[in-house]
């Protein structure tokens, strides 16, 4: 099993788990093709019912559902502006995450928080 497949392979296993609905295989996809040079999938919090996305120092949300991902994503409530990736870095362990991106798992090596919790 190469990357690609074991990234999707645990995205998809995170949101069987908290969310248990029909169509998390089409939700996963939506995900990682939202994950591209320009805008990177940093996780998932609330029982996987929105993602966090990166895109030039902006935190953006999107709500996963197969109706509205692609054209609800919109800022962060909480207006977050990461100027720098060492600032988002920061960021990540104060959150509670359903699912985080395995770029960003290393951040939490040394957190209590548990991944999936």
């Known amino acids: 099993m190469d990357y690609t497949d074991r990234l999707e392979a645990s995205l998809l296993k995170a949101i069987v ?3 248990g609905e029909r169509g998390a295989d089409k939700l996963a996809m939506m995900l990682l093709e939202a994950d591209t040079n320009i805008t990177w999938l940093v996780g998932l ?3 996987c019912a929105q993602a966090i996305l990166w895109r030039r120092r902006v935190i953006f949300t999107a709500p996963v559902s197969l ?3 692609k054209s609800q994503r919109r800022l962060n409530p909480e ?3 990461f100027y ?3 600032e988002l870095l920061e960021w990540i362990p104060t ?3 359903s699912w985080l991106h395995p770029r960003y798992q290393w951040i939490l090596q040394d957190s209590k928080q548990l991944w999936n919790d």
């Open 17 to 19: 788990d908290d969310r």
């Open 45 to 47: 919090r609330y029982n």
């Open 67 to 69: 109706d509205q991902f």
């Open 79 to 81: 207006g977050k502006e």
């Open 84 to 86: 720098t990736r060492e």
């Open 95 to 97: 959150q509670k995450w």
